[in-house]
T-cell receptor
């Protein structure tokens, strides 16, 4: 059974810091990995999707890496801003098209 | 529409009643997914549709839960004889290509069973 773990569970940083969120998964046979953000009371917004054949994806201040063999992904946020405060979720897609989610990292960026 | 639309946004019901939750996917998206987000449980997969067929129903927690999709578009998730443990946010997502594409999520329906 695929399990996804995210560390840390919560993180509080001052504005301007670079930070790293970690995601690990137990079964390396995945099709892709997706990072989402969720704001309170809202749905999920997709940030980055990394196919199993890729090593990383970048979008603006966000960079996600994937090491399938070791079952790890990291989301790097550069020059964090208060608007980045949200819950960040990592999800892997294995067979059957469903996503298996981690519990998330709650990020707070203080101004 | 521009995004995945879910209705109602909030639903309060009494234990034992049936509820229907609706999802309008992004136009042209063939794949549709239902997930549930409970306090302390995280996000759990419920069911996946490809067109009007549901090849993966493995996440439905009991036979009180069912879902259908008509015309390859709108989907309805029905919960019969609701229980307090059914209280959660029910999220719907759609994607153009189920094999490789990003899943786009709606804002969810918050269900409270009293």
């Amino acid at each position: 059974k695929q399990e996804v773990t995210q560390i840390p569970a919560a993180l509080s940083v001052p504005e301007g810091e670079n930070l790293v969120l970690n995601c690990s998964f137990t079964d390396s046979a995945i099709y892709n990995l997706q990072w989402f953000r969720q704001d309170p009371g809202k749905g999920l917004t997709s940030l980055l999707l990394i196919q199993s054949s890729q090593r990383e994806q970048t979008s603006g201040r966000l960079n996600a890496s994937l090491d399938k063999s070791s079952g790890r992904s990291t989301l790097y946020i550069a020059a964090s801003q208060p608007g980045d405060s949200a819950t960040y979720l990592c999800a892997v897609r294995k067979y059957g098209n469903k996503l298996v989610f981690g519990a998330g990292t709650i990020l707070r960026v203080k101004s | 529409g521009a995004g995945v639309s879910q209705s109602p946004s909030n639903k309060v019901t009494e234990k034992g009643k049936d509820v229907e939750l609706r999802c309008d996917p992004i136009s042209g998206h063939t794949a549709l997914y239902w997930y549930r987000q409970s306090l302390g449980q995280g996000l759990e997969f419920l069911i996946y549709f490809q067109g009007n067929s549901a090849p993966d129903k493995s996440g439905l927690p009991s036979d009180r839960f069912s879902a259908e999709r008509t015309g390859g578009s709108v989907s309805t998730l029905t919960i019969q004889r609701t229980q307090q443990e059914d209280s959660a946010v029910y999220l719907c997502a759609s994607s153009f290509d189920p094999g490789r594409d990003i899943q786009y999520f709606g804002a969810g329906t918050r269900l409270s069973v009293l």
